[in-house]
C-alpha cells in the first residue's frame, strides 16, 4: 500500500481551500477527506431562521398597547433602549450573559433605588414575554427571559421608607453645581420635586415677582404649589441669563431642548461623581417632604402634589400657604449659609463657576 502523502498549507491560504473544497466537491466526499463524518449531514439540517431585530420587538408590545399613556409609554421605551445599549444587542440572538451582566452592572451602579431596578427589569421582562406569546424568534427570546430573570433583585422591603438625602451631601452637590444644577438643586428640595417633576416643570410655572411656583403634575393631575425660597428666585434669574430663549420646559440641555429622564440622570451622575456622593434623585424629595411634615403636614402634602382635602382650585390660588413648611426645608439644610459660602467663594475665583459636562 503506497505511503500517504503530506504537506503543509500556508495558513494564508487555508480556508480560501476550504471554501472552494466546500463549493466543488459533495460533502460526503469532504467528510471523507477532512475525516470529519458530520460534514456529510449537513444538507439534512434545517437552515436557521433569522433572528427578530430587537426594535421589532418593542414595536410588537407597543403596537398590542397603543391606549398606554404617554408616559407609561416613554418609561418603557427608556427601559428597553437601555437594555439594548448595554447589552449591545442588535438581535434576540445577540443577547448574550456577557451584555446581560453589562446590563445589570449599569442598573446596579446608576445610582437607580431598588423599585427603580424592579421596574426597569419588569418592563424588559413584560417586552420579551410578549413577544414569545405571539411566536416571534420563540427560542432566542426565552434564552433571554433566562439570562434576565436570574438577576437577583434588591430587597425593595422596606423601600418606601424615607431616605432623605443628608445636609452634608446636599451642600457637597450644590457646591459642585453650575448656574444650571443649582437650579434643579434647590427647586427640588424647595418644591420636593422627583427628577421627572423638575425636568417637566414649565417656565409658565414660575413667577418670580411673586416667588412663587403653580403647575399640575403631570403623572395625576395635581396640584403642585410652593412658595420659592428668595435663593432659589436668585438662581433662576441667574440662570435665565444663559437659558436659550424657548418656550416650554423651565430646564433645558446644552442642546437647548428639555432633558429626557436618562439624559437629567446621566448629567446628575456626572455632577455625583464631582461631588464624591452617593444619594439618587428621588431622596431631595424625601429629605424635603419630611421635613415639611415636620411643621405641616397638609402643607406638605400640596408641596408634593398628594390628596390634601383642599379643593384645586383653593390651592392654585393660595401658594402662601405653604411658607411655613418650606422655610422648614431651607432651615434644615442651611441654606442662606451655604448659598452664601458658595457665593463668597466664586466671587474669590473671579466669577468662575462649576461646569456640568
Not at 440572538?93 to 452592572?105: I, L, M, S
Not at 434669574?237 to 436659550?244: D, F, H, I, L, N
Amino acid at each position: 500500500m503506497p505511503g500517504r502523502l503530506t504537506f503543509q498549507i500556508p495558513e494564508s491560504d487555508l480556508w480560501a481551500k476550504l471554501a472552494e473544497l466546500f463549493r466543488s466537491t459533495p460533502l460526503p466526499i469532504v467528510a471523507q477527506r477532512l475525516g470529519v463524518p458530520q460534514i456529510a449531514y449537513l444538507d439534512e439540517l434545517t437552515p436557521s431562521q433569522p433572528s427578530a431585530k430587537c426594535s421589532d420587538v418593542l414595536k410588537l408590545y407597543l403596537d398590542r398597547n397603543k391606549q398606554c399613556d404617554q408616559g407609561t409609554i416613554r418609561r418603557l421605551r427608556i427601559s428597553w433602549n437601555d437594555f439594548v445599549k448595554h447589552t449591545q444587542g442588535r438581535t434576540m440572538r445577540d443577547v448574550t450573559q456577557e451584555g446581560v451582566d453589562r446590563w445589570e452592572k449599569w442598573l446596579f451602579s446608576a445610582g437607580h433605588g431598588p423599585s427603580t431596578i424592579k421596574a426597569y427589569r419588569g418592563r424588559v421582562t413584560c417586552v420579551i414575554r410578549h413577544a414569545i406569546r405571539k411566536g416571534l424568534d420563540t427560542e432566542n427570546s426565552k434564552r433571554a427571559l433566562a439570562l434576565i430573570e436570574k438577576i437577583d433583585l434588591p430587597d425593595v422591603k422596606g423601600s418606601n421608607d424615607p431616605n432623605p438625602i443628608s445636609v452634608e451631601d446636599f451642600h457637597k452637590l450644590l457646591d459642585k453645581a453650575d448656574v444650571k444644577w443649582q437650579v434643579i438643586l434647590l427647586l427640588m428640595l424647595n418644591c420636593a420635586f422627583y427628577g421627572e417633576d423638575v425636568r417637566m416643570l414649565p417656565l409658565s410655572a414660575i413667577d418670580l415677582k411673586k416667588g412663587t411656583m403653580t403647575f399640575r403634575r403631570e403623572k395625576t393631575s395635581m396640584p403642585r404649589v410652593a412658595m420659592l425660597w428668595k435663593e432659589t428666585v436668585q438662581a433662576i434669574k441667574a440662570y435665565m441669563k444663559v437659558r436659550p430663549s424657548a418656550k416650554g420646559a423651565l430646564i433645558l440641555s446644552n442642546h437647548g431642548a428639555p432633558f429626557s429622564y436618562s439624559g437629567l440622570e446621566r448629567s446628575f451622575r456626572t455632577l455625583r461623581k464631582r461631588a464624591g456622593v452617593k444619594v439618587t434623585l428621588n431622596q431631595f424629595r424625601d429629605g424635603a417632604f419630611t421635613e415639611a411634615c415636620q411643621v405641616d403636614e397638609r402643607a406638605a402634602k400640596v408641596i408634593a402634589g398628594h390628596s390634601n382635602g383642599m379643593s384645586d382650585r383653593y390651592v392654585m390660588r393660595a401658594p402662601s400657604h405653604t411658607k411655613a413648611a418650606v422655610d422648614a426645608i431651607r432651615e434644615h439644610y442651611r441654606i442662606a449659609r451655604l448659598v452664601k459660602q458658595k457665593s463668597a467663594r466664586c466671587h474669590r475665583r473671579g466669577g468662575r463657576t462649576s461646569r456640568d459636562s
